[in-house]
């Protein structure tokens, strides 16, 4: 491949690449144009669309409910997370809580 060559493929490219901009930017503006009629339409609010994340305190996620329950101290594990030393490396069918 000679110098020739090589420039002219990254006129190419940097064509392409602009085209491709153009193409993206009108796609945006379509979709966008979409949306407001469609907002517009059913008389939708942001909050309709982008419902608030529920916010929950650190540790306060609900960990899942008990898998599997020690016979001896009745303590539980939900199968989440590092195992406790009471089921660690046994046939963990038998702790199942059914």
Do not use: C, H
């Not at 392409?16 to 945006?28: C, G, N, V």
């Amino acid at each position: 491949m000679n110098d020739v060559d090589l420039k002219q493929l990254l006129q190419a490219r940097e064509e392409l690449d602009r085209k491709i901009a153009e193409a993206r930017k009108q796609a945006k503006a379509d979709a966008i144009a979409r949306v407001r009629a469609i907002v517009a339409e059913f008389d939708l609010t942001a909050r309709d669309v982008f419902p608030a994340a529920t916010r929950t305190r650190k540790g306060a996620a609900n960990p899942g409910e008990p898998k599997y329950r020690d016979p001896v101290s009745g303590k539980v594990w939900t199968g989440r997370g590092k195992p406790p030393n009471w089921i660690q490396g046994k046939d963990r069918s038998q702790f199942l809580i059914r």
